[in-house]
């Protein structure tokens, strides 16, 4: 599995959002729920907005040469258990199709943990979808384990 060696992590700019929104609908279940147009959704640009607004979030992606190969979404949550602890919660973890298997994911996961190291979490946290398996497998191998059972209530879209 070759890694990407001009692999450059950066937060997300507004005109990232067409790219990012491509790769979080480019498979059979993000193809589901997200809205690819030609223009941009307003509720896409809120979103974009709330999240570079908020220090908790850090909407972040990949790129080799300029071009956008992955993207994914870091949010720390202070609480009260672990005396106070804070978390981190990644989520919306896309590599670009082309870009698959070559060690990118890794990469990202890598990098996405010592962020959360670097702000002081002692505990990354991801859900994914039950049909994704080999997702799962790919998280198992970086060391997760499925320790809780989750439950979702959907609201609206």
Do not use: W
């Not at 709330?50 to 080799?64: G, H, K, R, S």
């Not at 949550?77 to 804070?86: C, K, P, R, T, V």
């Not at 990469?107 to 994704?132: M, P």
């Amino acid at each position: 599995m070759n890694t990407e060696p001009n692999l450059i992590f950066r937060l997300a700019k507004r005109e990232d959002l067409a790219e990012i929104i491509f790769m979080l609908a480019d498979d059979s279940i993000g193809a589901q729920r997200e809205a690819v147009t030609t223009e941009i959704s307003g509720k896409y640009i809120t979103a974009f907005e709330n999240i570079q607004a908020d220090p908790n979030q850090e909407l972040t992606v990949a790129e080799i040469d300029g071009e956008l190969v992955g993207t994914f979404q870091l949010t720390y949550i202070q609480y009260l258990n672990f005396q106070g602890g804070l978390r981190a919660q990644i989520e919306a973890v896309r590599t670009k199709s082309t870009y698959r298997n070559r060690g990118i994911g890794t990469k990202v996961f890598e990098y996405a943990i010592n962020r959360a190291k670097e702000k002081g979490c002692h505990l990354v946290q991801l859900t994914s979808d039950k049909q994704r398996t080999s997702a799962i497998r790919f998280y198992e191998k970086l060391g997760f384990r499925p320790t809780h059972e989750g439950m979702k209530l959907l609201l609206t879209i």
